[in-house]
């Protein structure tokens, strides 16, 4: 996507230690706390989800 020429950003806990390449923007997100996911997705046109453990569903 990066060479595509399409902006990316990642959600993930730890932004500072998660080791995405530079073009890739991070940002802190955590799914089992989705009140916080707004301003992470704020101009965002497409999600990609990648989950690499268990997801909790919250109501």
Known sequence: MIDAGVDVRAATRRPESAGLPAAVE???GDLEQPHGL??????????????TQGLCVVD
């Open 38 to 51: 707004a301003s992470a997705l704020e101009g965002v046109d497409a999600l990609y989800l990648i989950a």
């Open 26 to 28: 991070a940002v802190r």
